[in-house]
T-cell receptor, first 108, second 113 residues
Framework: DAKTTQPNSMESNEEEPVHLPCNHS???????IHWYRQLPSQGPEYVIH???SNVNNRMASLAIAEDRKSSTLILHRATLRDAAVYYC?????????FGKGTHLIIQP | DSGVTQTPKHLITATGQRVTLRCSPR?????VYWYQQSLDQGLQFLIH???????AKGNILERFSAQQFPDLHSELNLSSLELGDSALYFC????????????FGPGTRLTVT
């Protein structure tokens, strides 16, 4: 599976937008970009996914670079409940391959 | 609440023993995936079943096996347990046989002593 690179941690303030970057320079043409998050003591939670175009849903937006070698998950207005580990994943043949993710810290 | 249920929540057992973890997918979902999360290895994909058939294997040990039953619930069997098998085991479900949106259960915490 192609690899993704994310910062180990990021910090943001409550009620401000958060931009979580992900690099995936070896992405193939058929790989989807997925974002999941894991809150403490819980299972991972689906956030969003996309292929080429930017995507929006009730939780977040996904901005995909034109060359698809990077993407950014955007949380429009962070709350304390958004503090979690965020994983950027490229779809493999089957199951998801999780990396170490970005630990997002939200300051009140 | 994702709609995926896993039992038991916690399991403590001794080395060499065998345990069975159970997963019920969301209503209508045909795929079940199993993952293992340990402190040193992170979240690892183990195996995928779709509508009763095995679709793919990830980093699953030979001592581990799984099956998906006609009612679509799945069981993960872990045998000859070792200390290193202590981990959180998650199952996830999705509607189709692709990985687009997976919904994870709360996990089973296995402690091998």
């Amino acid at each position: 599976d192609a690899k993704t690179t994310q910062p180990n941690s990021m910090e943001s303030n409550e009620e401000e937008p958060v931009h979580l970057p992900c690099n995936h320079s070896t992405i193939s043409g058929t790989d989807y970009i997925h974002w999941y998050r894991q809150l403490p003591s819980q299972g991972p939670e689906y956030v969003i996914h996309g292929l080429t175009s930017n995507v929006n849903n009730r939780m977040a937006s996904l901005a995909i670079a034109e060359d698809r070698k990077s993407s950014t998950l955007i949380l429009h207005r962070a709350t304390l409940r958004d503090a979690a580990v965020y994983y950027c994943i490229l779809s493999g043949a089957d199951g998801l391959t999780f990396g170490k993710g970005t630990h997002l810290i939200i300051q009140p | 609440d994702s709609g995926v249920t896993q039992t038991p929540k916690h399991l403590i057992t001794a080395t060499g023993q065998r345990v069975t973890l159970r997963c019920s997918p969301r209503s209508g979902d045909l795929s079940v995936y199993w993952y293992q999360q340990s402190l040193d290895q992170g979240l690892q994909f183990l195996i995928h079943y779709y509508n009763g058939e095995e679709r793919a294997k990830g980093n699953i040990l030979e001592r581990f096996s799984a099956q998906q039953f006609p009612d679509l619930h799945s069981e993960l069997n872990l045998s000859s347990l070792e200390l290193g098998d202590s981990a959180l085991y998650f199952c996830a479900s999705s509607f189709g046989d692709r990985v687009y949106e997976q919904y994870f259960g709360p996990g089973t915490r296995l402690t091998v002593t």
